[in-house]
């Protein structure tokens, strides 16, 4: 009897267990508001490059992770990619380190984005970042004393990294001495890129590359 009586207690203590699947996991919200299920990425190339969707822990309520990104070569493609964002705004010796500035930046401008364009911010990021990434560069190659440029394929995680970085410097150019905000830039700037206008400094400067690179081949 006591050994049927302990049975039934053990059963009834695994029943009172919270269960820990999947499903009962709430859906995190980049800043409680974006969601990250309806982001689609459509370049297959750079699937693997734009942390967002491929494992949970790339879902953040914060561009904040504390992750040490920079130890090893290529790590960087693990951070999500609206921390990758954050990051690279904290540009210029007297911006360094000012994380949560940097974090509210990218807030302000996502909320503009949504409100200009009744869209993801997320999507629209995602975007921006397709089509700002060069897909074709020039490299010099010194042979015999002479220096000529060779075209060169770039390669996807190389894209990202080049996006990410047209994007925050043409934001900061465009701020510089300039009544708009710096979240008001970024946002324009993200907005433009995604739809590919050539009011974008990504996408003149991707261009550009992509010109000369055509001259070299």
């Known amino acids: 009897v006591s050994t049927q009586s302990t049975g039934t207690k053990k059963a009834r203590e695994?029943?009172?267990?919270?269960?820990?699947?999947?499903?009962?996991?709430?859906?995190?919200?980049?800043?409680?508001?974006?969601?990250?299920?309806d982001v689609v990425v459509s370049d297959i190339s750079l699937e693997d490059y734009l942390a967002l969707k491929q494992k949970f822990?790339?879902?953040?309520?914060?561009?904040?992770?504390?992750?040490?990104y920079s130890v090893k070569r290529f790590r960087k493609?693990?951070?999500?990619?609206?921390?990758?964002?954050?990051?690279?705004?904290m540009r210029k010796g007297r911006n360094t380190g000012k994380k949560m500035m940097a974090a509210r930046i990218t807030q302000h401008a996502f909320e503009i984005i949504h409100v200009l364009t009744d869209q993801n911010p997320i999507q629209v990021l995602v975007d921006a970042v397709i089509n700002s990434g060069?897909?074709?560069?020039?490299?010099?190659?010194?042979?015999?004393?002479?220096?000529?440029?060779?075209?060169?394929?770039?390669?996807?995680?190389?894209?990202?990294?080049?996006?990410?970085?047209?994007?925050?410097?043409?934001?900061?150019?465009?701020?510089?001495r300039n009544v708009k905000t710096i979240a008001e830039c970024l946002a324009d700037e993200l907005i433009?890129?995604?739809?590919?206008?050539?009011?974008?400094?990504?996408?003149?400067?991707?261009?550009?590359?992509?010109?000369?690179?055509?001259?070299?081949r």
Request: aromatic letters at 8%.
């Open 57 to 68: 822990r790339f879902y953040t309520y914060v561009p904040h992770t504390a992750g040490r």
């Open 134 to 176: 060069p897909r074709e560069d020039s490299t010099r190659i010194g042979s015999g004393g002479s220096v000529r440029r060779q075209a060169v394929d770039v390669s996807p995680i190389r894209r990202v990294n080049q996006a990410i970085y047209l994007l925050t410097t043409g934001a900061r150019n465009s701020a510089f």
């Open 77 to 89: 493609s693990q951070c999500p990619l609206v921390e990758r964002l954050t990051v690279s705004l």
């Open 14 to 37: 695994k029943e009172s267990y919270p269960k820990m699947a999947s499903d009962a996991l709430p859906e995190v919200k980049l800043f409680g508001k974006w969601s990250y299920d």
């Open 192 to 216: 433009n890129a995604s739809r590919a206008s050539s009011n974008s400094y990504a996408i003149k400067k991707k261009d550009e590359l992509e010109r000369v690179a055509k001259s070299n």
